[in-house]
């Protein structure tokens, strides 16, 4: 894949939209998004090049949701001087899954707030070629988010809800609250309750996303990828109409 196709793989893959979008909204330092079947085969030579780019210096990491690979990463990252953190507060490097509606060929990218990277110079360039000498297209997306302000990962006080492309909405965390949305497939129900927000209906097939943990720190997400929906919590407003 060259530079002008995986731009438009980023662009027009309908999962990765919002989550660009997030990524301008919540001020995240760096987001490296990889496609890859077996992503820990990757991640330790990645992190040593993205790392010049962070403004983090911590070495602990942690999971925002289940990843297929997790047991496998945390064994790369581990033996590579990576502690796992006790909380999301406390980590610098966190990471997450997300499943692509169609495989892509692999790749890499780095995101900050919404502007898209290409990183692939040097041994990067190498790495990537590497990659794609024999390419296995995948469906697995790995986002490995770096925090430059620990403090990103403190409790947020809104949810965001990013909905096929539609005007986002945030809902206050502070108050219960069940509020239903015309997604592509059907109707998706967003619950909030003590400060915690889940999808608690989807017309999804394989309901992933029912199955995710409710969030309420800053930076986590839940996402239906069929229906192209996404949460997101964040610290402070950033769309001008809340509801509750």
Request: aromatic share 8%.
């Amino acid at each position: 894949m060259d530079r002008r196709d995986f731009f438009k793989t980023m662009l027009a893959t309908p999962l990765l939209t919002p989550l660009i979008l997030a990524s301008r909204k919540s001020k995240n330092d760096l987001e490296l998004y990889l496609i890859a079947e077996e992503p820990q085969k990757l991640i330790p030579i990645l992190l040593e090049e993205v790392q010049k780019y962070s403004l983090s210096d911590g070495h602990k990491f942690c999971f925002l949701n289940p990843h297929p690979q997790e047991k496998a990463l945390k064994e790369c990252l581990l033996g590579r001087a990576w502690a796992i953190a006790e909380e999301p507060a406390k980590a610098s490097l966190a990471l997450s899954f997300s499943h692509l509606q169609s495989k892509a060929l692999p790749s890499f990218t780095l995101v900050k707030e919404g502007r898209i990277w290409d990183i692939r110079t040097r041994k990067l360039l190498s790495l990537w070629q590497e990659m794609n000498r024999i390419p296995s297209p995948s469906s697995c997306l790995t986002i490995a988010t770096f925090k430059s302000r620990l403090t990103d990962f403190l409790t947020g006080k809104y949810v965001t809800v990013y909905n096929h492309g539609q005007q986002p909405e945030t809902l206050s965390l502070g108050k219960n609250l069940t509020k239903s949305f015309q997604a592509r497939g059907g109707r998706i129900t967003v619950q909030v309750r003590d400060g915690k927000a889940w999808i608690s209906d989807s017309p999804c097939r394989h309901k992933i996303c029912l199955y995710s943990p409710p969030v309420s720190l800053a930076g986590e997400r839940t996402i239906c990828a069929p229906n192209n929906f996404l949460l997101t919590v964040e610290r402070h407003r950033s769309i001008d109409t809340v509801i509750g």
